[in-house]
């Protein structure tokens, strides 16, 4: 491990490399390197940019000569965060391991895996030349209808920024740059190059600022992603605040800040902070030009854009190349598929979440069962997210089910299906039982097929991804009627959930258990059979609120939703950094699901709470397995009120596994942050003197343990 002292000294080092390989570079050479260029897609149309040397054949989403006379490699990025990804750059490239969505790696609550999936996804970026992985989705799931809720990992700034920071630590740790993106409140796909996100700026810096701020920290991510979106009337990529006084003044950030592809409007991006732009191809279609070519060259060449920040520019590529050593690469790393097909399996073992359980589960193994699996496609595979994000598996999609829709993106909006089939896995893992399938294709027919069964298990997807929200909270294709009517046809059927975001469960009342299973990636089918028969004891735990309706949500109308593409549109998030189960807490209203909400084979008990304070605080309890299973459990520590002050907040987590009466003692400490509020006017954060309530729960609306400290007033930070 290296320690603090030593990221200091390789940090500093790559700091004086770069300083020492810009001065030697030509103007040129400069400004080769602030534009990076797509990669041809012949599949979709897409030509080679000339300005990509003809060897090379590894294309992706982005390319930029290197100088080879300085030792600068080329910049090859890639998406994404769960996979390298291919939407047909590289006919010959046999495809990637697919993990499970970033929204399951979330409901895991375990850093370890993030960062274990990080690593893998390092080795086979590296391994097909990549440099720079375009991961690390970091936004919150603000709205249930984001279609992009899936890249992301929780709706809570501090689970978000600690599992997000560990997959950057990961892929970084592999001489590979990572990104965090795509920087900030790009919390809706709906008109996303025309939206601005309007938010107090305190409450930005409280929620998904927050977010940034204390990933930034725990990894010093290589490049930081700026999103199509405004926020707050100025476009992320010359958001001058945002990027130049938030990012690099107030947080010290010292990589480089990349724009999303076709998210650069004009060349004096590069004075509000941008450094590099990304995709240029996509901004002559979004804008009209490339900004950092001609334009920024004119502006350069009439004294408009300094030389020192060209330069400060150039630094940051490089010192961010230099950092994670991807200018010194020794041997292509060994990939060994198998084990990063474990890692995606014990991935979506436990970031399944058992919503409800009714006796249900887990199916007894030793009976000669009938079952009706209904629906879902789960005789193909299991889905995953559309977009940029989606991952190629190893020999190939079991099936795409062309879905398709407006912009640019419609072409790659497809149902993508990974094998083995949960049919198939559920055959291995109940080789007594009858089972059989039922597509689900009419309410009527399924119901015929799950009357004759002991069990039903209906599987129920929906596509979501990039540059579409959900337009409501329902599954699609009638799923809900089939549901519906398998229920009623037979009171035992359990529901298995394949969606990116929370779903409204009209059925939830007939159903006798519910797992969450999200895009669960290529090995996804066999964790929902390990989970649904007890190989495995569920502990996934919700990132996300699951709300009643939309009616409880702060938006209930999505401005802009259903006007056509390319509409200028506001979205207000009035309600700051009360996200979430932030929110439900403020309005007192009671979701379908809270978040932190999960289901055990076992059951836990929660007792002895000590309150540690002194600048921050820090509760110990013992938490104990009082059940007859080993499993795993996440406790959950919450601010309740502050000073007076209503205010929930999730201030630590951690996941425990432990055997059958197995005791153990658990200590939660509350970064600072979480306990203040962010004072724009003294540009510091703020904790009140006063009474501070907190509990430890099993889930936001189930706390077990309270008690109260007392803090003292403090201003810190920046
Ligand atoms: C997405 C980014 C992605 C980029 C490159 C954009 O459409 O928003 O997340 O990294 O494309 O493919």
């Known amino acids: 491990m290296t320690t603090q002292a030593g990221v200091e000294t390789s940090t500093s080092v790559a700091d004086a490399r770069a300083r020492a390989i810009e001065a030697e570079m030509t103007d040129d050479e400069r400004f080769s390197l602030i534009i990076s260029l797509l990669g041809a897609v012949p599949s979709i149309g897409v030509p080679r940019d000339e300005r990509i040397p003809e060897d090379v054949a590894n294309m992706s989403a982005g390319y930029t000569p290197g100088v080879s006379r300085l030792g600068i490699p080329a910049i090859q990025a890639s998406d994404a965060s769960m996979g390298v990804t291919n939407p047909g750059y590289r006919p010959d490239d046999p495809g990637a391991t697919a993990f499970p969505a970033s929204i399951l790696i979330g409901a895991s609550f375990n850093p370890k895996l993030a960062r274990d999936g990080g690593a893998a996804i390092g080795r086979e970026a590296r391994s097909r030349g990549f440099n720079v992985q375009l991961a690390g989705g970091i936004n919150l799931a603000r709205d249930p209808r984001n279609g992009r809720s899936f890249e992301y990992y929780s709706e809570d700034p501090w689970l978000t920024a600690v599992l997000g920071a560990e997959a950057v630590n990961g892929i970084q740790g592999e001489g590979v740059i990572s990104t965090l993106k795509h920087y900030t409140l790009n919390c809706n796909e709906t008109n996303r190059h025309w939206l601005d996100a309007i938010i ?22 290589g490049s930081i992603m700026s999103g199509y979106n405004k926020v707050n009337g100025e476009y992320l990529s010359g958001n001058n605040h945002l990027l130049n006084e938030v990012l690099k003044d107030a947080w010290g950030y010292k990589g480089y800040v990349m724009s999303d592809w076709g998210a650069v409007p004009e060349w004096d991006c590069a004075l509000k902070g941008l450094d590099q732009e990304s995709g240029v191809q996509m901004d002559v279609k979004q804008w009209g030009s490339e900004a950092f070519s001609d334009q920024l060259r004119a502006a350069f060449d009439e004294g408009k854009l300094p030389k020192e920040r060209l330069s400060d520019m150039v630094r940051r590529i490089l010192r961010s190349l230099f950092a994670v050593g991807a200018d010194s690469w020794g041997p292509t790393p ?40 209904i629906g879902g496609y789960a005789q193909l595979g ?27 993106m419609g072409s790659l909006r497809n149902l993508f299906l990974f094998a083995p089939s949960p049919l198939a896995e559920l055959k291995k893992a109940l080789p007594d039982a009858e089972i059989d399938f039922d597509p689900g294709y009419t309410p009527a027919e399924a119901a015929l097929t799950a009357k004759r069964s002991d069990i039903v298990i209906a599987f129920a997807i929906r596509v979501e991804g990039e540059a579409f929200d959900n337009a409501d909270l329902s599954l699609p294709w009638g799923q809900d009627a089939t549901i519906e009517a398998v229920a009623e046809a037979n009171p035992n059927t359990i529901v298995v959930l394949e969606t990116g975001n929370p779903v409204v469960m009209p059925w939830q009342n007939n159903v006798k258990a519910i797992v969450q299973a999200w895009y669960p990636g290529q090995a996804g089918a066999q964790a929902i059979a390990e989970v649904l028969t007890g190989a495995v004891n569920p502990s996934g735990r919700l990132p996300i609120t699951f709300p009643a309706s939309l009616e409880q949500t702060p938006r209930p109308v999505l401005p802009g939703m259903g006007t056509p593409w390319g509409t200028p549109t506001t979205i207000e998030y009035n309600e700051g950094a009360e996200v979430g189960y932030r929110w439900f807490a403020k309005t007192d209203a009671k979701p379908l699901y809270a978040f932190g909400h999960g289901l055990s084979y076992t059951t836990f008990s929660y007792s002895d709470l000590v309150i540690d304070e002194g600048d921050t605080l820090a509760a110990t309890f013992t938490l104990t397995n009082t059940g007859d299973r ?7 520590l919450y601010l309740s009120e502050a000073a007076g002050d209503k205010r929930m907040r999730l201030l630590g987590f951690e996941r425990v596994e432990l055997k059958p009466g197995e005791s153990r003692l658990v200590t939660l400490t509350a970064d600072r942050r979480l306990l203040a509020r962010y004072d724009g006017d003294a540009g510091q954060w703020h904790i009140a003197e006063g009474t501070y309530k907190i509990a430890v729960g099993k889930a936001a609306d189930e706390l077990e343990l309270t008690g109260e400290t007392t803090l003292s007033d403090a201003l810190f930070g920046s």
């Open 200 to 221: 107090d700026p305190d409450a930005h810096r409280e929620s998904d600022l927050l977010a940034f701020e204390i990933a930034i920290e725990r990894s010093e991510p």
């Open 334 to 373: 060994e990939v060994d598929l198998e084990k990063h097909n474990e890692i995606a399996l014990e991935t979506a073992r436990q970031g399944i979440v058992l919503l409800k359980n009714d006796d249900a589960l887990p199916l007894p193994t030793d009976k000669p069962l009938k079952i009706a699996v």
């Open 382 to 408: 299991v889905p995953s997210g559309t977009g940029s994000g989606a991952v190629m598996p190893v020999g190939g999609f079991a099936d795409v089910i062309k879905i398709g829709g407006v912009g640019v």
């Open 630 to 636: 080993p499993g795993a459990d996440v406790p959950q």
